[in-house]
């Protein structure tokens, strides 16, 4: 038996994917994405950035703002470079502010306080939501996950 993983089905060649017994699992809910950036991802680059739990804090209201205003993915690899941007330029901010001691701690608290780190949202609901009308798009994409039109 062999297990076999793609993230585009398309690209497998297709004697390879007559043979398969092929299994396509659904991409993470927002929930879910909450729940893994706030458990695994938030400690990971909190580590790998050299900061404590104490001195880097973001908010549950926050973590949903990254991931309805700062990713579109299935999996979590985008969400957790965004955590990594959080914990990067908060230091960097930190390390020009810093006189003597420690590196304060802060909290981000929402959607209000993340531009300071990650810039602008990058998708903008309301912004898709003025313009739905019959036969004007403004995006259109297809992806590995799915289509989109908004």
């Not at 659904?26 to 458990?39: N, S, T, V, W």
């Not at 579109?72 to 330029?89: F, N, Q, T, Y």
């Not at 001691?101 to 939501?129: F, Q």
Request: glycine residues 8%; contains cysteine; positive net charge.
């Amino acid at each position: 038996m062999f297990i076999a993983t793609a993230n585009v089905a398309a690209q497998i060649p297709g004697p390879l994917l007559d043979r398969m017994e092929v299994i396509q699992l659904p991409g993470y809910i927002p929930q879910e994405k909450l729940a893994i950036a706030r458990d695994y991802l938030l400690p990971r680059q909190l580590a790998e950035h050299g900061l404590s739990r104490g001195q880097l804090r973001i908010a549950p209201k926050a973590m949903a703002a990254i991931v309805d205003g700062y990713t579109r993915e299935a999996g979590v690899r985008e969400l957790e470079r965004m955590i990594g941007r959080v914990c990067a330029s908060w230091r960097c901010a930190s390390w020009r502010r810093e006189t003597a001691g420690p590196l304060p701690s802060v909290t981000v608290r929402s959607d209000k306080d993340l531009p300071e780190y990650l810039g602008p949202r990058r998708r903008l609901r309301e912004e898709l939501a003025r313009c739905r009308c019959p036969g004007v798009v403004v995006g259109l994409a297809w992806t590995p996950v799915g289509g989109s039109c908004w």
